[in-house]
C-alpha cells in the first residue's frame, strides 16, 4: 500500500512585499541542470551561461551566481532587478530559488513584517548592511 503523498505547507509569507532578502546571501548556489536552465532562458549555450553568470564557489565543485552591488545589503544576485527588488528571471531562476525557504515560513519575512508594524511603516526595509560594525 502506497502513502498518500502530502500536500506541501501552504506559503504563509508574501515575497512582493520583500526587497529580496533571498537574493542577497553571499553564495547562492547552482547546479550543471540551472546553468542549463539559464542558458535556455537566455538563448545560450551551457558554456556561455556557465561563464556570463556563475563563477566557482568556496567549496570543491561548488558552482555560485555571480552578484551585482546592492546599495540595501552591499551585494545581491545579479538577476535582481535593482528597482522593483523582483527577479529577473522568475521563469528560468535555478532550483535553489524555487523551492526557497523549504519551509512553510520565510524568517525575514516575519521580520520585516514585525518591523512594519512597529514602525507603522508598511514600507519600511530593514537592512543588514551595517557599516557602522
Known amino acids: ?11 504563509s509569507y508574501n515575497c512582493l512585499k520583500c526587497p529580496g532578502y533571498c537574493c ?7 547546479t550543471q541542470e540551472d546553468i542549463a536552465l539559464l542558458a535556455e532562458h537566455h538563448g545560450l549555450t551551457h558554456k556561455q551561461a556557465a561563464k556570463k ?10 558552482i555560485i551566481l555571480r ?7 552591499g551585494t545581491a544576485c545579479m538577476f535582481l532587478d535593482q528597482e522593483s527588488r523582483g527577479c ?3 521563469e528560468g531562476r535555478p532550483t535553489i ?16 513584517f514585525f518591523e512594519r508594524r512597529t514602525l507603522e511603516d508598511a514600507d519600511h526595509i530593514s537592512v543588514t548592511n551595517n557599516d557602522w560594525m
Open 24 to 30: 542577497t546571501y553571499p553564495r547562492i548556489c547552482v
Open 1 to 11: 500500500m502506497t502513502k498518500p503523498k502530502k500536500k506541501p505547507p501552504r506559503q
Open 67 to 73: 552578484r551585482q552591488e546592492d546599495e540595501h545589503f
Open 53 to 62: 553568470f556563475t563563477k566557482d564557489g568556496h567549496e570543491p565543485g561548488e
Open 88 to 90: 529577473t528571471i522568475y
Open 97 to 112: 530559488c524555487r523551492e526557497f525557504p523549504g519551509v512553510r515560513r520565510c524568517g525575514y519575512y516575519d521580520f520585516l
